[in-house]
């Protein structure tokens, strides 16, 4: 039985926590034929469908980019385009109600190249027209790490995008279309991301996953050092208004916990200890109104179930007051992607 398989994850069995609390997931992947996100290769509407039905009220989801379904050709930078439009597909499909009463992917993210500068103003029309309901933003990955057992999982390998000119230049078009970016990198470059914020300060910017900690190759058994720097940069990017966080991300291997290689999955009464304190700095930082909890599904599920991580969310978010954990749960992911509207 290979570990985050679904057998697996079957062996963990508890009863739904606070079932009634309204829940936006805003961050999740669709693919198919992705060799390498073993074991889920396929990842598709029925497969999340699934997860969403494990007992807790998901009302709607964010799908994010993750560079499947492209165009098999055509313009190298119009190719992302047909991830949009394979989204939008799904997306319909679970608006029928036939996958059950949670609406996903009801905001789409997708991905053009910003270091395009101005010339990137078609490719965002583009998607725009192959989503003209649900598209809101792109993610442009900018990790990079200068240590070789760091995987650079960024589409353009180059060091520095956040400050380079043309990628400005096409972050200043996206503002002005009235879109979002996702930020996702390595926490060394937080403050880069700072610094980026405030360059366009009408821009909304999503963090994703925490900020991007890595505890694991040139970072690991370096806690001191390594969550000091962490913590720097998060405190530095929570200045600049314009950007909110995701929470969640903690279930890549990465992030320094061996939950994924456990004979027994992890319950969610462990899991929410041991998020606690890097959820708790970030809410801290950022305040709730500008934190979201997301899935990060199907990346997340090689270490835990979808149901035992929102039992985790739940049981973490105690302390705070109901409206500050609505808006964790659910509000601050629908006013920032604007779902509903």
């Not at 119009?78 to 997306?91: D, L, S």
């Not at 192959?130 to 598209?135: D, K």
């Not at 589409?155 to 995008?161: F, V, Y």
Request: aromatic share 10%; proline share 7%; charged share 20%.
């Amino acid at each position: 039985m290979p570990f985050g398989g679904i057998d697996w994850l079957a062996l963990t069995v508890e009863p739904t926590l606070e079932p009634e609390l309204p829940i936006c997931d805003p961050h999740h992947h669709l693919w198919d034929f992705r060799t390498a996100r073993i074991p889920y290769q396929r990842y598709m509407l029925h497969e999340l469908a699934d997860d969403m039905r494990s007992g807790h009220n998901i009302r709607s989801t964010v799908f994010v980019e993750a560079r499947a379904m492209y165009r098999a050709d055509g313009p190298e930078e119009m190719r992302p385009i047909g991830e949009v439009e394979f989204v939008q597909g799904q997306a319909a499909a679970s608006a029928s109600g036939l996958y059950g009463p949670g609406r996903v992917a009801a905001a789409i993210v997708g991905h053009a190249n910003l270091l395009l500068g101005d010339r990137v103003a078609p490719v965002l029309e583009a998607l725009q027209a192959a989503s003209p309901n649900r598209f809101r933003g792109i993610r442009h990955s900018v990790t990079w790490d200068p240590h070789p057992e760091v995987e650079n999982t960024a589409a353009h390998k180059i060091q520095g995008q956040l400050g380079n000119a043309q990628f400005r230049a096409g972050a200043h078009v996206l503002d002005r279309m009235g879109l979002s970016l996702e930020a996702w990198m390595y926490f060394p470059q937080l403050p880069e991301l700072a610094d980026f914020a405030k360059a366009v300060p009408n821009l909304p910017i999503i963090l994703n996953h925490i900020g991007g900690l890595v505890r694991t190759g040139p970072y690991a058994n370096k806690d001191a050092e390594v969550l000091a720097n962490w913590r720097r940069g998060m405190a530095a990017v929570a200045q600049c208004p314009n950007v909110t966080v995701k929470l969640g991300g903690m279930g890549m291997p990465r992030t320094g916990f061996d939950w994924h290689t456990r004979h027994h999955p992890i319950g969610s009464e462990e899991l929410a200890a041991a998020m606690s304190p890097f959820m708790a700095y970030c809410i801290e930082q950022f305040g709730p109104n500008r934190c979201m909890f997301e899935s990060n599904f199907p990346v997340d599920k090689v270490s835990f179930s979808y149901h035992v991580m929102w039992n985790a969310f739940k049981r973490q978010s105690k302390s705070y007051t109901a409206t500050e954990r609505a808006q964790m749960f659910h509000d601050t992911a629908v006013r920032v992607y604007r779902i509903g509207k």
